[in-house]
């Protein structure tokens, strides 16, 4: 499948509703998308290119970014610097590629108060037992880490009606299908009375 011009879409969810696996898959199963690479001040992980995943730098490299109106919008999340840079965009636009923000939602707010055209989709788990769960099981935070992260989920997902569409990622097959029907047709027949239970949950603990 491919989208006929250039757009921006913005992909915010609590950290381990699933977004990269979703993100991946996207990817991998369509053309003329592109995953924006951001710049950051957090230090690569094991694995982790610079250039590929990120543009890995100092404070003072981010600060002097920022002082240059480098960004699109950045922020300050679980402790590090993380920046969309004006130059990718631009750069992947002018090569006719749609691209792909994974930003967190104070990044977003501030593409929602400028004038760049974009479409936004916010991810929430099933529940925050399955969310927590999915942490666990992904090894790849510390007992603290994760229930950071839960404290953060419960503050992100306050924000999710400010996004165009909301998806839950309860079963990754159904979760792929909206997200494409979002992407390609601007459609989306997401329950609303499970995503208000979702919050209620979520918010219950
Ligand atoms: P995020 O990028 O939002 O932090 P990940 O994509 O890393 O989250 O997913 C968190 C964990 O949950 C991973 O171990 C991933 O394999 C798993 N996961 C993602 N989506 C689903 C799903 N629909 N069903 C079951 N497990 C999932
Ligand atoms: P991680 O360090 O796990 O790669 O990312 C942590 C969080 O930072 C994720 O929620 C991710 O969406 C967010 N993030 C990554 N790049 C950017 C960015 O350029 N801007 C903003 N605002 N958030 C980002």
Redesign the pocket.
Known sequence: MQNNHPELFIIS?P????????IRKLLSSTNNFELSVSATTRPPRDGEINGVDYQFISENEFKSLINKNAFIEYAKVHNHKYGTLKSYIDRKFIEGKSIILDIDVQGFMQIKESNISNTSIFVLPPSFKVLKQ??E??RSDTREAIDKRMTNARKEIQCCDEYDFIIV????DI?MKALKEIIFEKRNDSDKNLIEKILIDMLSY
């Open positions: 969810a950290s381990g509703a699933g977004k990269s696996t979703l999915r942490l099981d992904r990622n309860d079963e990754i979760t």
